[in-house]
Nanobody, 128 residues
């Protein structure tokens, strides 16, 4: 079993920055990828960013490209999401997720069903 805990959310003005963290514990932690998703009120959970645990390749949603950066520290079993130039439309609960089985092909990492474990989420609110 894997336990994921997000932190770092909060209230920030538009144009500001936040850094989210996701710490993993439990089984020997060597996922295939780690992802960040978000869910705004009344909307479906959507893909934000993902990072391959081995190698560090990254992918981003178009809406955050150039503003958000995903990174990881393997030795600490932790993944980060640095969010800059925040906009009111970034307001959501942010979730980290882990996938352990390898997968190849196009865009599968954007699908919530592909991930095995989820954190409880952390609220990010961006005021205008």
């Amino acid at each position: 079993q894997v336990h994921l805990v997000e932190s770092g959310g909060g209230l920030v003005q538009a144009g500001g920055s936040l850094r989210l963290s996701c710490a993993a514990s439990g089984r020997t932690f060597s996922p295939f990828v780690m992802g960040w998703f978000r869910q705004a009120p009344g909307k479906e959970r959507e893909f934000v960013a993902t990072i391959w645990w081995s190698g560090g390749s990254t992918r981003y949603a178009d809406s955050v490209k150039g503003r958000f950066t995903i990174s990881r520290v393997n030795a600490m079993n932790t993944v980060y999401l640095q969010m800059n130039s925040l906009k009111p439309e970034d307001t959501a609960v942010y979730y980290c997720a882990a996938k352990f089985r390898s997968r190849y092909g196009e865009d599968w990492y954007q699908q919530t069903a592909m991930y095995d474990y989820w954190g409880q989420g952390t609220q990010v609110t961006v005021s205008s």
